[in-house]
């Protein structure tokens, strides 16, 4: 978290995002082409606040007014998880803008998104982040894009997000687990919140609502905490619901179980930042292993020597030897 505004597209990765929140189109290089190589970066004016229920523009900006107490002018979340729970369409309710791409039919952004929107002298910088599963494996191409989306930036809280209808917690999201951790630290994690989305979804096993989410955090925390062995992770949780059937209140604020939860995740993600100075990632510690697959291509060469210096050599001996005797057993013969 830093008290001063930072400097949009300074790095060459920054190229990676607009400033407003639109992916840049790739040329067949796979580069930024000219005309979009350099846009004009930096934090926008929040105009989907003026359009939010007046009590929730209030409560945000009185939750976003903790950080301003404490001379904290900017904070950074960034949205990670699978592909499909709804990390872009919950950044894209947060700032009340459609500014991700969102699709219920396939994968929707490759590439990391970073909006930076501004209000009552304050920055909220939002990053969405590609799904980080490829089959049943954690996906390479998506921890590259989250370090990418990391890199020389200071964040204050990631909403790991999944469904709250879901229940499991499979092989494949332990591996997703640890694969954050390996890549970026367990710091990461302890400025985690799990944001679980679908969150007015009706309990099918009859139990209370209350119950029924208390259950499915509970699993969540478990399972991240037994995976890490990390038995202190706090783990905080928000309830999202993106459809455009969410309920609302009197006052017009969409609700989950009678609680806004814009507001909810915003005051969330503002006691996270008020904690330290924010995660930054850190390159000689994380970053070898980015490729989960990687994991046995180190005995390639060895082995490879091994085959051409010593099996090839034993092997060819072995065959002219045969050949030898095979040559003199017919001379006997005649
Ligand atoms: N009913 C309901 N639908 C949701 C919710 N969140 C997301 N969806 C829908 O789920 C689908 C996927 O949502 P996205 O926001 O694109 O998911 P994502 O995590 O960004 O997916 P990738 O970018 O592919 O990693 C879309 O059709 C959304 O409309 C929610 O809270 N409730
Ligand atoms: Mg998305």
Known sequence: MSAEGEQYGSSEEEDMYSDD????EEDEQGEAP???????LGPKEWVGLASMPAATQQALLNA?????????????VIFIGKQGVGKSSTVNTLLNERVAPSSPFQPENVRPLLAGRMAAGFT?????????LEGDSVSARGLMALRAALNGRKVDAFVFTDRLDTWRVDNADRAIFTALAENFGAELWERTILGFSHAQTTPT???PYEQFVA????QYRAAVRSTLGMKNLALPYVLIENGSR?????DGEKVVNDKPWVTDMVSTMVDVASVGEGYEYDHSKAGKKLDPNNKHKIWILPLFLIQVFVLRPLLIGQIKRDVKKAESKAKGKK
């Open 205 to 207: 096993d009859g139990k």
């Open 64 to 76: 976003l007014g903790k950080l301003r107490g404490r001379n904290v002018n900017e904070m950074t």
């Open 246 to 250: 969410c309920k609302t209140n009197g």
């Open 21 to 24: 929140g639109q992916e840049m």
């Open 34 to 40: 000219a005309a979009q190589a350099q846009p004009v």
């Open 215 to 218: 259950a499915r955090v509970e």
């Open 124 to 132: 909220l910088n939002v990053l969405d982040t590609p799904g980080l």
